[in-house]
């Protein structure tokens, strides 16, 4: 068994990792790298290995990040099958198409060619085969494959890959848990070999049992400052736990004030998604399904056309604005940002990781004046973060889920910036005995 990282190797996007077993080449994602320098250059650069070659890929679940690529390497030759849970098959074509969509509109803007055409987003989702948590399936002689639950988002899969007498895991993300709307992750009995993320390796999350109390606060000062708060957010799964919150701070008041709009024509569809696998769920909010709406869907404004969401513009403060894209690097957020970040009475609130390079991480990291569509703008808002909406797992959470897996050789650590994937794998050296590797971009190794 040969393991070779294409993408996500001290980093967190562009997730892409050969694995090659009793004669079989298989991907592990094939995601797009977002937000660091000559991105969009390494997004057009040829695949390291032989599309052809490749005879199937497993998609962990439906970011960005770890699916933007695929139909880039169908239109390069890849026709072999793809599994995923079935909603993560539902949730790659909804963020598939709206992402064609938007490299379509900046291609136009600014001159460029395009990653790849509609009929490629349609060629590769052909191609998907939907696979259920749990079932083993001998996918070639000699190869088996097993899905479960990785608690990230609705049908992220943790992969168990077997052959050659070796057992390879892959945690594509591992949720954050407890999770509003998730089960937490699945154990994993036993493993030879586990290729871990490490986005927040470094890092503890914040108790998630005071982000409700943190959200009233910031939506509270929004409504005495007569202001406007706006969330950029990503459209699967920060936005459902959003608007699950959104619907129990309703419960209290009668929300009058403030006007919540969700402005995500791709989040509304995700939330669709959401009530169509109940199954994928927790018991606690499957009971809630059963008893009414949990999205506040009630209570929010939902903006599909372009018209809608330049009406907001309009409309009266107090009023809160969710909108994509998380990380700021595109998206509806920034028409609202144009508009409303140089005033100290309107907000800004970060409930998501931000890739380095990207708007969200240089409003994070407190820089004073930005450029949004090429005009820049002074950061009056303010900026809060909560960490606990991450759908990430902490250091902690990361250890705890390794530390449960038996008869572990090494673990590889991926989809972390350096600093992160260092701080894991010291904690995992000296609590685990194990020995970790952070491999660079197109390093390889014999398990």
């Not at 099958?81 to 136009?108: G, H, W, Y």
């Not at 990503?234 to 006007?259: N, S």
């Not at 303010?382 to 572990?408: E, F, M, N, R, T």
Request: contains cysteine; negative net charge.
């Amino acid at each position: 068994m040969r393991v070779s990282f294409f993408g996500a190797a001290r980093e967190v996007t562009g997730s892409n990792i050969l694995v090659e077993v009793a004669g079989r080449r298989i991907l592990f994602d094939c995601g797009i790298f977002q937000g660091v320098n000559l991105a969009e250059e390494r997004n057009f650069a040829p695949f390291a290995y032989d599309v052809k070659s490749i005879d199937f890929i497993v998609v962990g679940h439906a970011h960005l990040d770890h699916v933007g690529r695929l139909p880039k390497i169908f239109r390069d030759g890849f026709r072999g099958r793809i599994f995923a849970t079935a909603p993560t098959c539902e949730l790659a074509r909804l963020v598939l198409d709206d992402n064609q969509k938007l490299m379509s509109e900046e291609a136009r803007r600014e001159e460029r060619p395009l990653l790849c055409q509609e009929r490629d987003v349609d060629g590769v989702m052909g191609q998907f085969e939907a696979i259920p948590y749990g079932k083993t399936l001998e996918v070639f002689p000699g190869v088996k494959l097993t899905l479960k639950n990785a608690g990230h988002i609705l049908g992220s899969a943790l992969t168990i890959l077997e052959g050659e007498d070796k057992k390879l895991v892959y945690t594509s993300d591992l949720g954050n848990s407890p999770c509003e709307l998730l089960e937490p992750p699945d154990t994993i009995e036993s493993a030879d070999f586990v290729i871990c993320e490490s986005t927040y390796g470094g890092r503890v999350h914040e108790d998630i049992s005071i982000r409700g109390e943190t959200l009233n606060k910031i939506i509270n000062s929004t409504i005495s400052q007569n202001g406007v708060l706006m969330i950029p957010t990503f459209a699967i799964e920060r936005t459902q736990e959003l608007l699950h919150d959104i619907e129990h701070f309703c419960q209290v008041g009668k929300c009058e004030v403030p006007r919540f709009y969700l402005d995500s024509p791709l989040a509304e569809k995700v939330t669709k998604v959401f009530g169509r696998y109940p199954e994928f769920l927790n018991g606690k909010v499957k009971n809630e399904f059963k008893d009414g709406a949990i999205f506040a869907l009630d209570h929010v404004q939902i903006t599909s056309t372009v018209e809608e969401s330049k009406s907001i513009n309009n409309a009266p403060v107090p009023k809160i604005i969710i909108a994509g894209a998380g990380m700021m690097n595109g998206g509806r957020i920034l028409f609202h940002l144009q508009k409303y970040i140089e005033d100290s009475k309107n907000s800004i609130l970060i409930v998501g990781y931000q890739a380095v390079g990207t708007l969200g991480r240089r409003l994070v990291d407190g820089e004073h004046e930005i450029k949004i569509f090429g005009k820049k703008y002074d950061v009056g808002a303010q900026v809060h973060k909560i960490g606990s909406y991450s759908a990430h797992a902490d250091q902690p959470q990361l250890v705890s889920w390794l530390s449960k897996i038996a008869g572990v050789k090494k673990v590889f650590l991926v989809h972390g910036e350096s600093e992160e994937s260092l701080a894991l794998s010291l904690v995992i050296g000296d609590k685990m005995g194990v020995e970790s590797i952070i491999p660079q971009q197109g390093e390889e190794y014999e398990l």
